[in-house]
Structure formats: structure tokens, C-alpha cells
């Protein structure tokens, strides 16, 4: 295939690190270079994969170096990361607190890594129209605070220009702000000339498929589904609120189901390892279990295998065209739109809130009694963890209960009443 039929924009991060390892290495090897050299730019114009640095760019934020690092290759070290500016003040302190991200914040090394890319644009576009990047320094005096303001906001217009969607100019914003607020706190800088720059702009902070599905939709959703796979995709986006790629990369190993506490364990999430609640819907996910080994003695241990993908499962591009397809069927649209997979964990959230909320407003009469008029004292005060966590999930669980119209058995607290 050549690169112009290549439909770059349409593959996942994941797709590409596959479509790298199955074509892109192969066609290097044939042209003759080292695959124990890091290719460069040139070396993919040359075979025809061009395409893959922009897109990178464009569609996931991320440098050639950095994909080139999540596909095997190990980074430069002699000179460290390639920042892009000479200021060496302003260097060592974005790597102290890159290195904060990484140690103290427990950030993914993805995460990390799209952060520090980022900040470089930022401090190589603050060199090009002041003349160097000695972001450090002018913020010690807070003498100095008009005008830097005034500079931080003239990169910003450019970015503003440059940046395809709002989501985007915000991201960059948080990471620069938390740069400054990490200098604040370490007594460098007298003000974080970024605080307040989000006020300048028009930017919308709620993207379209960012908004959630309603309860009658994922009723619906759940009613037309035909297969249980289908059942599946609804309650693992809907009702355990995964992202999509941790729904397409779901295996048993992950599962822990005969404890009182019954969850779903991940190794690493975009914010490091965690675990996610099977509040509802684990009766469902054994028979989806039991269906899948008594069927298939050759069950790679996915809940949504794949005979055609080298990771043996499906991607999260998959899940979401399922999930649209589903959607369609179901008559489903959000603003006349079909909806995407993202509606559905935003619908886990709100649900959520509105279980905390059902839960504060039981436990008024409780607050009321000690003579209180926050519930949240109860909450916080009298209440330990456990206790917490556990009346939260019975709220979270009725409320799903609700939607899904739960048969009886898979009430989880059944047992613990």
C-alpha cells in the first residue's frame, strides 16, 4: 500500500504502533537501514511513510522521538531531551518538574511524555517572539509581572491560531499553569504570569461528544441489544465507565470477582494503576465469561478477542464503531448526532454524582441529629472508608439497578446486608 492510501488520521495510537511493527520496520529493513538505529524523518520519506509525523502531531500530540520510544527505541541521553532552547535556568527546572510528574503525581509515562512535548512547543515558540526563553528568570520579580504577563499572552495568541480545537489550547494552558504554580511552590517564582490567561479567551470547555448519554438512552442501548457482546460493550462503557482501548484490551487476568469487593485491575490507566468498582453487572460479565471458554478451548483470555489483530483483541476504534452501530440501531442520537463511546463514561460519571448526591440527602437526617447542617460532616467525619465506599456503591448500584432494570441476582450487596 502507499502512503497516499494510507488513511492516517483514521488510525489509533495503537493501530499505528502495529501498522509500525508490521509495515513501516519491513520496509526500512528492505531499504537497507539498521533497525537498531532510530530512523529519522529523512529515513521515512524515503520509504514513503511521511505521513506518520504528521499525524503524530496533528491527531495525537505527540513527537517522532516519542512514538519512536513507545515502539522500542530507547531515548537520547547524552544531552537529554531535546527542549529546543538554550536557556539552561529554564531547563533544569522543566525537567525537575517533569521528573515531579513522574515521581510524585505517578503519571503514566505517555502522559508524561505528551506534557513534556507541550511545554517544549511552549518554550520554543516563547523563544521565537522574545528573543530567548528565560521563562525563570522574568518571573522571580514580581516587579516584572505586567510585562510578562503581556508576553505569556502574545504565545498564547499563536497557539490560539495555531491549535486546531479548544480542547487542545486548554491542555497546553493546564501544562503550562502547573509549570508555574510547580515554580511557585518552590519559592522560584514570585507569580505564575498564567493564572489567569483562560479569561482572555472564548474557549469552550465542553466538546461536543463530551456530553453524556441520558438514562433512557443507555436503557435503550441495553434493549436492543441482540448479542452478548453487545450487552457487554454497553455496560463495560456505560456502567463501569471504561474508556474505550481499556474496553477493546479487557482480559480475564484483569477480573477479580468472587471477593465482596468485586473489580476490574489495571496495571496502568492514564493516571497509573487502579482498579474500577464492578458496582453492577457482574452476573453478566460471568455468563459473557462462561460463554467464551466452554465455546472456544482455544480462548485467548480477551472478553472481545480478535483472530486478525496481532494483540489478539480488538482496538478501540472497534469499540466505537460497535458501539455507533448499536447506537444507530437503537435510535440513539445526541443532538441529532449518533453518539460516540465517550458519551457513555461521561453518563458513568453523571450517574455517579447523582448517587453522592441521593447519598447526602440521606444522610441529612443523621447531620441534623448532631446538629449539623452539612451532611458532608457525617460523611467525611463519622463515617470511616469503608463505610464510604460501601453506602456510594449501593447508591451507585440502585441507581444503575434503574437503568438496566436488574434482575434480582445481581444485586452485589446482597450478601454483605
Given amino acids: 500500500m502507499s502512503s497516499s492510501q494510507i488513511q492516517w488520521s483514521h488510525k489509533s495510537l495503537e493501530e499505528l504502533r502495529e501498522f509500525w511493527n508490521t509495515e513501516i520496520e519491513l520496509a526500512l529493513q528492505r531499504a537497507g537501514h539498521d533497525l537498531e538505529d532510530k530512523p529519522s524523518y529523512q529515513d521515512l520519506l524515503d520509504v514513503g511513510y511521511g505521513g506518520l509525523t504528521y499525524t503524530l502531531r496533528e491527531h495525537h500530540e505527540m513527537?517522532?522521538?516519542?512514538f519512536l520510544e513507545s515502539v522500542g527505541y530507547v531515548a537520547e541521553s547524552d544531552d537529554g531531551y531535546p527542549w529546543g532552547i538554550d536557556d539552561e535556568t529554564?531547563?533544569?527546572?522543566?525537567?525537575s518538574f517533569v521528573q515531579t510528574l513522574e515521581r510524585r503525581q505517578g503519571l503514566t509515562a505517555t502522559t508524561v511524555a505528551t506534557k513534556r512535548s507541550r511545554l517544549a512547543t511552549y518554550a520554543q515558540l516563547y523563544d521565537e517572539l522574545h528573543g530567548q526563553a528565560t521563562l525563570v528568570d522574568r518571573v522571580v520579580d514580581?516587579?516584572?509581572?505586567?510585562?510578562?504577563?503581556?508576553?505569556?499572552?502574545?504565545?498564547?495568541?499563536?497557539?490560539?491560531?495555531?491549535?486546531?480545537?479548544?480542547?487542545?489550547?486548554?491542555?497546553?494552558?493546564?501544562?503550562?499553569?502547573?509549570?508555574?504554580?510547580?515554580?511557585?511552590?518552590?519559592?522560584?517564582?514570585?507569580?505564575?504570569?498564567?493564572?489567569r490567561i483562560?479569561?482572555?479567551?472564548?474557549?469552550?470547555?465542553?466538546?461536543?461528544?463530551?456530553?453524556?448519554l441520558s438514562s433512557e438512552d443507555v436503557r435503550r442501548l441495553s434493549d436492543a441489544a441482540e448479542e452478548p457482546e453487545e450487552e457487554l460493550l454497553v455496560l463495560a462503557l456505560?456502567?463501569?465507565?471504561?474508556?474505550?482501548?481499556?474496553?477493546?484490551?479487557?482480559?480475564?487476568?484483569?477480573?477479580?470477582?468472587?471477593?465482596?469487593?468485586?473489580?476490574?485491575?489495571?496495571?496502568?490507566?492514564?493516571?497509573?494503576?487502579?482498579?474500577?468498582?464492578?458496582?453492577?453487572?457482574?452476573?453478566?460479565?460471568?455468563?459473557?465469561?462462561?460463554?467464551?471458554?466452554?465455546?472456544?478451548?482455544q480462548w485467548n483470555g480477551y472478553l472481545f478477542p480478535s483472530t486478525t489483530s496481532s494483540s489478539g483483541h480488538i482496538v478501540g476504534e472497534t469499540v466505537q464503531s460497535r458501539f455507533q452501530r448499536l447506537a444507530n440501531r437503537a435510535g440513539v442520537t445526541v443532538d441529532g448526532e449518533i453518539?460516540?463511546?465517550?458519551?457513555?463514561?461521561?453518563?458513568?460519571?453523571?450517574?455517579?454524582?447523582?448517587?453522592?448526591?441521593?447519598?447526602?440527602?440521606?444522610?441529612?437526617?443523621?447531620?441534623?441529629d448532631q446538629g449539623s447542617s452539612d451532611a458532608n460532616v457525617v460523611l467525611e467525619n463519622y463515617l470511616s472508608e469503608a463505610e464510604r465506599r460501601k453506602y456510594r456503591r449501593e447508591f451507585m448500584h440502585e441507581q444503575l439497578a434503574d437503568v438496566f432494570e436488574a434482575d434480582p441476582r445481581n444485586r452485589l450487596w446482597a450478601s454483605m446486608e
Fill in 63 to 66: 513527537t517522532l522521538s516519542e
Fill in 90 to 95: 529554564t531547563i533544569t527546572e522543566l525537567e
Fill in 238 to 297: 456505560c456502567a463501569w465507565g471504561l474508556r474505550r482501548n481499556e474496553v477493546a484490551s479487557l482480559h480475564v487476568s484483569q477480573l477479580v470477582l468472587e471477593e465482596a469487593d468485586p473489580h476490574i485491575y489495571f496495571e496502568e490507566r492514564k493516571n497509573g494503576p487502579g482498579t474500577v468498582a464492578l458496582v453492577y453487572g457482574r452476573e453478566q460479565l460471568r455468563d459473557h465469561l462462561d460463554r467464551l471458554g466452554g465455546h472456544n478451548h
Fill in 142 to 195: 514580581d516587579a516584572d509581572r505586567a510585562a510578562e504577563i503581556r508576553r505569556v499572552l502574545a504565545v498564547f495568541d499563536e497557539l490560539d491560531i495555531d491549535l486546531g480545537t479548544d480542547a487542545s489550547k486548554q491542555r497546553y494552558l493546564s501544562d503550562v499553569n502547573q509549570f508555574y504554580s510547580h515554580l511557585e511552590r518552590r519559592a522560584i517564582a514570585a507569580f505564575n504570569p498564567a493564572s
Fill in 198 to 212: 483562560s479569561e482572555e479567551y472564548n474557549w469552550n470547555r465542553e466538546e461536543k461528544d463530551n456530553q453524556p
Fill in 339 to 368: 453518539p460516540t463511546s465517550k458519551m457513555g463514561r461521561r453518563f458513568w460519571y453523571t450517574t455517579y454524582m447523582e448517587a453522592q448526591k441521593q447519598l447526602l440527602e440521606n444522610l441529612d437526617v443523621i447531620a441534623g
